[in-house]
Nanobody, 119 residues
Framework: QLQASGGGLVQAGGSLRLSCAASGLTFSSYSMGWFRQAPGKEREFVGRISASSYRTNYPDSVKGRFTISRDNAKNTVYLQMSSLKPEDTAVYYC??????????????WGQGTQVTVSS
């Protein structure tokens, strides 16, 4: 089970940190991904981190603004978001699975947390 938190309303240019706490799975064995979905749009990859934290990867749309980290001792993955833009508004989901940009590669999903960026 994955529980995402930390979403909210923020002004453009601001920052938020999302957290995703895992339970009931061997967290340190899984790569973790973050995705987002805006109304009427497909789920979009926003970042991934390997099980050991050795590898991270981001799409160009968030590169330099978003940072993924994880604490395997706390079974938690984080998404630090800065310089937020209105187009970052979406429901953000964490997922556990294989190191991939594809949602289908992830076996476990959190419930999502809403991020709204006002202009």
């Amino acid at each position: 089970q994955l529980q995402a938190s930390g979403g909210g309303l923020v002004q453009a240019g601001g920052s938020l940190r999302l957290s995703c706490a895992a339970s009931g799975l061997t967290f340190s064995s899984y790569s973790m991904g973050w995705f987002r979905q805006a109304p009427g749009k497909e789920r979009e990859f926003v970042g991934r981190i390997s099980a050991s934290s050795y590898r991270t990867n981001y799409p160009d749309s968030v590169k330099g603004r978003f940072t993924i980290s994880r604490d395997n001792a706390k079974n938690t993955v984080y998404l630090q978001m800065s310089s937020l833009k209105p187009e970052d508004t979406a429901v953000y989901y964490c997922a556990a699975g294989s190191y991939s940009v594809l949602p289908s590669a992830y076996n476990y999903w959190g419930q999502g947390t809403q991020v709204t960026v006002s202009s």
